[in-house]
């Protein structure tokens, strides 16, 4: 999964990924050429090019993992807890009953004035995304809808209207072939 651990890979493929580059590191040592290493472990000569300027500069240390990639969120556990029953108990506890939709930038708004912890509209959505809340499209319907009706109507006219048109002979699409009949 790649958004929950922020990096693009999860710790298990970062060790993974961690075990090639210091597999690179001894062949380095060994004095192994960079295209022969790239074939070797499947990955691009680009890669092992850059993993030896790193490992030059740095030893095997420099090819170790810094950990996963982005910015640390800036609420605790416990205010990610909080945050997520705020938004499950609606935009509409909170001042908007307009529009019962929650967007980055209400919820921005929301985290600011409660937390007090500013985020940008799309770094909110890289948290809301990283919580389990994805972008959703709300279904267009008219608030006098009848959904009996609705109902009723599918169950009882539209198997009326969409049954097949009985032919009256059968015939041809091709002009030159007369109908049989």
């Known amino acids: 999964m790649r958004y929950p651990d922020n990096g693009g890979v999860s710790a298990k493929e970062r060790a993974e990924r961690e075990d090639v580059r210091l597999t690179a590191g001894r062949m380095f040592e060994d004095g192994v050429r960079p295209s022969v290493i790239a074939r070797a472990l499947r990955v691009s000569t680009k890669s092992t090019y850059s993993w030896r300027r790193q490992w030059r500069a740095g030893g095997r240390q420099a090819l170790l993992s810094k950990g996963p990639g982005g910015e640390r969120c800036r609420l605790s556990d416990e205010q990610l807890g909080w945050l997520q029953a705020d938004l499950q108990a609606g935009p509409g506890g909170f001042g908007w009953v307009d529009d019962q939709r929650w967007t980055a930038a209400r919820v921005a708004d929301l985290v600011a004035a409660g937390y007090g912890v500013r985020y940008t509209d799309r770094g909110m959505a890289y948290l809301l ?26 169950d009882e006219v539209w198997p009326r209207v969409n049954r097949p048109r009985p032919t009256e002979a059968p015939g041809s699409s091709l002009r030159t072939k007369p109908a049989k009949g």
């Open 129 to 154: 995304h990283r919580i389990g809340f994805t972008p959703q499209v709300p279904v267009r319907r008219a608030a006098e809808r009848d959904e009996r009706a609705v109902q009723r109507w599918r």
